[in-house]
């Protein structure tokens, strides 16, 4: 069965570096792969998406990597923040319209 | 609107009762879908709509659940006979296009449904 992985544990970093969150993926050929940012009693924020045939996408201190052939994505977040800190989730999407996700990842950022 | 708008916020529903849960999508916005997220798990598809069509409701977990969107704007999805297992965040998210492609979706705060 299709089956989505993302970080099992919480990541704790120092605030000023790189967090990197990772998603894995076995069973599925994306079309895209999607990254959302989820705060407690909130619904998902949209941060990117990144197509199959993408390596990398960049949004201000925001970069996905795509391998379609490691079915692996890595999310980092450059120059962290304590405000960085909340769930990360990835979903992955085929032809249709539906959305896989994973578990999410807890994020803290420590001051 | 500017955003998804869910109400109600909470909803503690007895066992058995019957509930309504509504969503309002970005005005313009044609896709509309219906995740069910139970603590601390990813959320699950539910359900999908293209303006009024419901082109994909395979998620829906029994037939006590019913979603709609007669207008092609607001949505309701409704749970008959409430379980306990029934419980969870329903969030509902909405896209400008049929496919959400580049742009993401827009998801709501979500309705807490508990169900005692």
């Known amino acids: 069965s299709q089956k989505i992985e993302q970080n099992s544990e919480a990541l704790n970093i120092q605030e000023g570096k790189t967090a990197t969150l990772t998603c894995n993926y076995t069973?599925?050929?994306?079309?895209?792969l999607q990254w959302y940012r989820q705060d407690p009693g909130r619904g998902p924020v949209f941060l990117l998406l990144?197509?199959?045939n993408e390596k990398e996408k960049r949004k201000e201190r925001l970069k996905v990597t795509f391998d379609t052939t490691l079915k692996q994505s890595l999310f980092h977040i450059t120059a962290s923040q304590p405000a960085d800190s909340a769930t990360y989730l990835c979903?992955?999407?085929?032809?249709?319209?539906?959305?896989?996700w994973g578990l999410g990842t807890s994020l803290a950022v420590n001051p | 609107g500017a955003g998804v708008s869910q109400s109600p916020r909470y909803k503690v529903a007895k066992r058995g009762q019957d509930v309504a849960l509504r969503c309002d999508p970005i005005?313009?916005?044609?896709?509309l879908f219906w995740y069910q997220q139970a603590l601390g798990q990813g959320p699950e598809f539910l359900t999908y709509?293209?303006?009024?069509?419901?082109?994909?409701k395979s998620g829906l977990p029994s037939d006590r659940f019913f979603a709609e969107r007669p207008e092609g704007s607001v949505s309701t999805l409704k749970i008959q006979r409430t379980q306990q297992e029934d419980s969870a965040v329903y969030l509902c998210?909405?896209?400008?296009?049929?496919?959400?492609?580049?742009?993401?979706?827009?998801f709501g705060s979500g309705t807490r449904l508990t169900v005692v």
């Open positions: 998210a909405s896209s400008l296009l049929w496919d959400q492609g580049n742009y993401g979706y827009t």
């Open positions: 005005s313009g916005h044609v896709s």
């Open positions: 709509f293209q303006n009024e069509a419901q082109l994909d």
């Open positions: 069973n599925y050929s994306p079309a895209y």
């Open positions: 990144i197509r199959e």
């Open positions: 979903a992955l999407a085929g032809n249709n319209r539906k959305l896989i």
